[in-house]
């Protein structure tokens, strides 16, 4: 004799699910609804970070940044450092660096012939920006800076529009030279560029690096050495550098974008507590209604082991009915959430909310990433909390009773 | 009395010569007290009683005389406050659960007043129910069942759930699952309570074939006078103790 007979269990478990149709179905619904959330808001909001933490990086800061030690406080021409020395260059040309560039950048003005700006002024080594920032991907209309002699200057898209000047037209730069005196000159626009911010297409003017030097009298120095650092290398190269370059201020981008730093902590904070709710109220409403479906069979329990049926089935019974479900329900959520990713697989775009996603630096574009360990935790959170929360109704179920469950109509 | 098998082919023939030895049912001064808040309710005062193999036993008294809790005792459902229930030769009170659940199970089979059936089976898949439970291949049930469900007068009916039978049909299904593993022993709490005289009437008949058929031993507790003329003995209950206790001609 078997002490189960698992055809049996499952031809019960089974039927049961067509008793009391809005009910499955609502079980089902909710399992879906939990994975397909806890996939798709998480793979937007990786999505979503990564952004926000590569646009970071992309705008001029890189992984870590060389600087004198008052500069973030007043980023002003006197506030420089000296060009890198050999001891300097032995780490930024190791193997733990991808890339690095040395840049003047400074407050100033941008004027044509009608407007002028306020504005910050960059001098950057076109070549070294190639695998570091934005500006090394080129321009939308008209060329590139060539190298760092060029006599041109690059604006952005938006700033053309300020300015009401285009390219080709010429504008002049102003700032505070060494000396405390207005330094000036003027140059010809010979590109504009495209930004994912209105805000960094105004921010930013390109000059060379040469001729920015050139016009406020400071010889080689520059501002700022920004790099980018091989996966992992981050911390090595930081404190390799604090020990070459003892009087400058070198910080990483955690550091110098906190705004980044807590938006990215935020976002998984607001993802974990939702996937805490999804979680909380399918478990809840899973119990729930198996308490339900238990309660209306009460007396078919009692007949079931009145005529000899061992408790270990009774509860296999409850539980089996749950896993049925939840595997339809994982199906189609995890249908849900691979579709929903896919559609979006080109960006979402998020450009009628843009405006008011610039104030916290997040582009008008996301990309979902989806992981397969994202997935593998999603189906797993909710589907053993589905099945924990299904233990104790089918415990109950099989501790019934027998006389009392009789005696239930 | 000879004991016959249900289904042309037998096949599960069990041990008797070892059962038949022992009364089916004996309880010794069996008390059940319930206690309801200050009070403390006699279900039953100290019952004695044996009922052999091959009896066909009527339990009758008023309501809330003690009919439903001595079924229950005697099927170790319930635990008595006191004394003793052997049920086929086993001492209930030094057995355990699983142990009492798979007595009932090869031994015993059950028809209640009503909700007998699972309603997701079909008439077959009920009465096959207790068979499948005892692992019994899927051939040899379906064939029992049939030829059970054509002794109650079923033919015909056997894909039908519990939803689409009257009544009376429903309660022979339960009779049918009751006997079709050829139990020792039927315990059947008011059985006709919900079902027309007539019905009733039948349904006595068949419940007293399969009797003299098949040797089942069947005890049975009603408060209908004409469920009570069928009975070949009656035991009269009241206020949680036997009356009278007669066989009848
Ligand atoms: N679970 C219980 N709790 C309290 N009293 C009960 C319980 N079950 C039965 N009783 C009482 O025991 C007595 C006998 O009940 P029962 O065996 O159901 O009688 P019958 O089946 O003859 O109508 C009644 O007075 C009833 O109220
Ligand atoms: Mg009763």
């Not at chain 1, 709710?277 to 399918?282: F, P, W």
Request: with cysteine; glycine share 8%.
């Amino acid at each position: 004799m078997r002490a189960v007979s698992p055809s049996l269990v499952f031809r019960l478990s089974s039927r049961n699910i067509w008793r009391n149709p809005k009910r499955s179905l609502f079980t089902l619904l909710a399992v879906a609804v939990g994975i397909w959330s806890a996939m798709a808001l998480g793979a937007f909001t990786r999505g979503l970070n990564q952004t926000l933490v590569l646009k970071a990086i992309n705008n001029l800061t890189g992984h870590i940044k060389v600087m004198h030690p008052d500069y973030r406080r007043d980023p002003v021409v006197q506030n420089r450092i000296e060009a890198a020395g050999a001891e300097m260059l032995s780490v930024l040309d190791s193997d733990a660096v991808k890339s690095w560039a040395a840049r003047v950048r400074v407050p100033g003005v941008v004027m044509s012939e009608r407007e002028s700006q306020g504005t910050t002024l960059v001098g950057i080594d076109p070549a070294s920006e190639v695998n570091l920032s934005f500006i090394g991907k080129g321009v939308h209309d008209g060329r590139m800076l060539e190298d760092e002699l060029d006599g041109g200057v690059l604006l952005g898209r938006k700033m053309l529009e300020v300015l009401q000047t285009d390219v080709g037209k010429r504008v002049v730069l102003m700032s505070e030279g060494v000396d405390g005196a207005v330094a000036d000159r003027g140059f010809r626009i010979v590109g504009a560029f495209d930004a994912e911010l209105e805000a960094t297409e105004r921010n930013y003017v390109f000059v060379g690096r040469n001729v920015l030097q050139k016009m406020l009298g400071i010889g080689t120095d520059v501002s700022e050495i920004s790099l980018r650092v091989a996966d992992g290398r981050q911390d090595d190269v930081q404190r390799a550098l604090r020990d070459v370059a003892k009087d400058s201020l070198v910080e990483n981008w955690e550091t110098l974008e906190p705004l980044t730093v807590s938006m990215r902590d935020v976002q998984s904070g607001f993802l974990h507590i939702w996937n805490v709710i999804v979680v909380i109220a399918v478990g809840f409403g899973l119990m729930n209604t198996l308490f339900m479906a238990i309660f209306e069979r009460t007396r078919e329990f009692g007949l079931f082991r009145a005529i000899g049926m061992r408790p270990a089935m009774i509860y296999l019974q409850v539980v089996g009915e749950s896993v049925v479900l939840l595997v339809l329900g994982a199906l189609l959520g995890n249908l849900l959430a691979l579709g929903t990713i896919g559609y979006f697989a080109g960006g979402l775009d998020l450009s009628r909310f843009a405006q008011g996603l610039e104030h916290f630096g997040a582009s008008r574009i996301v990309y979902p990433i989806l992981r397969l360990s994202d997935v593998v935790t999603s189906n797993a959170t909710i589907i053993v909390l589905a099945l924990l929360s299904t233990l104790y109704p089918a415990w109950r179920a099989s501790r019934l009773e027998p006389v009392e469950a009789l005696s239930k109509i | 009395m000879a004991r016959v098998p249900f289904g042309a082919g037998g096949g599960l023939i069990k041990n008797l010569s070892d059962n038949s030895k022992h009364p089916t049912i004996i309880c010794e001064s069996v008390e059940r007290l319930y206690q309801q808040g200050d009070v403390t309710v006699h279900a039953l005062a100290g019952v004695s009683l044996t009922i052999e193999c091959g009896e066909f036993v009527s339990l009758c008294g008023p309501s809330g005389s003690g009919k439903t809790t001595l079924l229950n005792c005697v099927a170790g459902l319930d635990i008595p406050t006191s004394g003793e229930v052997y049920l086929i030769g086993n001492k209930i009170s030094s057995m355990s659960k699983t142990e009492l659940a798979d007595l009932r199970l090869n031994n015993v089979g059950f028809v209640f007043q009503a909700y007998n059936l699972v309603p997701v089976l079909s008439a077959q898949e009920n009465v096959e129910f207790v068979m499948e439970l005892q692992g019994m291949s899927k051939k040899l049930r379906g064939e029992k069942a049939r030829s059970v469900l054509r002794e109650v007068g079923l033919e015909g009916m056997e894909h039908r759930r519990p939803a689409e039978l009257s009544g009376g049909q429903q309660q022979r299904v339960a009779v049918a699952r009751a006997i079709a593993s050829e139990p020792q022993l039927v315990l059947a709490d008011e059985p006709t309570a919900n079902l027309d005289s007539k019905t009733s009437a039948s349904l006595m008949d068949i419940m007293r074939k399969m009797n003299e058929d098949h040797g089942i031993t069947f005890v049975f507790s009603t408060h209908d006078q004409l469920v009570m003329d069928r009975a070949r003995r009656l035991v009269r209950m009241h206020d949680g103790l036997i009356e009278s206790d007669e066989i009848q001609s």
